[in-house]
């Protein structure tokens, strides 16, 4: 079978943590889900020596995998990084990426005037106009159409970094792959994708304004992080995505 027909797949067990990914890859041998997962990578399952997959923290990278490849009298190790996103429904968001905005203004070398604008935008600090929708915050609809254009053009301009940095990250923990997996007990489903097509598929398209005056990068919302039952977290700056539009992806 083609990496495309063995993009998606119904499990025959469900997937509830990180952990099930973890077992699953340790016991390849047996396991129907993670042989098919080795395949897509490109691997020759009559080549495999041994498989060691272990969670990975505070990263892009939630399992990474080691394996062992045996080819004519030849050994050498290979390591594939995979993002895991558990999904419960067809409709679930989930968060990619959550910072104070200050912490994005060194990794995107953004100027201090976006950075105000920004921290307008998540309630970090108070609106500079009055009556607005939320009194904690601005909506892009309610700057000034100036500042709104400003803060369009800087995702515009950095727009590839930020896809990156947000989906993949960077270094030698950057994630390769994402594995996106229903978290339910039974008919549950997977589908595995190259972080390349995770990142065309979701950053591609323009920078907009979304009707609910939030910020979108292709498939991507920008957004104040509320919640937090008022506490001062809730001013971070999150970025969104729905994996399970993974399920439906043709390549």
């Given amino acids: 079978m083609d990496p495309i027909t063995l993009g998606s797949e119904t499990a025959k067990g469900g997937f509830r943590n990180e952990d099930d990914i973890i077992l699953k890859f340790n016991n390849w041998r047996k396991d129907i889900d993670s042989q098919k997962w080795l395949m897509i990578m490109?691997?020759?399952?009559?080549?495999?020596?041994?498989?060691?997959?272990?969670?990975?923290?505070?990263?892009?990278?939630?399992?990474?995998?080691?394996?062992?490849?045996?080819?004519?009298?030849?050994?050498?190790?290979?390591?594939?990084?995979?993002?895991?996103?558990?999904?419960?429904?067809?409709?679930?968001?989930?968060?990619?990426?959550k910072r104070w905005v200050d912490n994005y203004k060194d990794l995107w070398e953004i100027s201090p005037d976006i950075i105000k604008l920004l921290k307008h935008y998540t309630g970090e600090i108070p609106p500079y106009i009055t009556n607005t929708d939320d009194c904690r915050r601005m909506f892009l609809y309610e700057f000034h159409s100036n500042d709104r254009d400003k803060l369009l053009k800087f995702f515009k301009d950095n727009k590839l970094m930020i896809v990156t940095d947000i989906l993949k990250g960077r270094g030698r923990m950057a994630a390769e792959w994402m594995l996106v997996a229903q978290k339910i007990d039974k008919n549950a489903r997977w589908v595995l994708k190259t972080m390349n097509v995770v990142m065309n598929y979701f950053g591609g398209g323009e920078v907009r304004m979304s009707p609910q005056g939030?910020?979108?990068?292709?498939?991507?919302?920008?957004?104040?992080?509320g919640g937090d039952g008022g506490r001062p977290t809730a001013n971070m700056l999150q970025f969104k995505i729905n994996p399970a539009e993974l399920f439906t992806l043709k390549e």
């Fill in 42 to 97: 490109g691997y020759k399952l009559n080549e495999i020596e041994s498989v060691r997959a272990v969670k990975i923290h505070r990263c892009k990278t939630d399992v990474q995998v080691k394996v062992m490849i045996y080819i004519k009298l030849k050994k050498y190790d290979d390591v594939q990084n995979l993002q895991v996103k558990l999904v419960s429904n067809i409709k679930g968001y989930n968060q990619i990426d």
């Fill in 214 to 225: 939030s910020i979108y990068i292709g498939r991507i919302t920008v957004q104040r992080k």
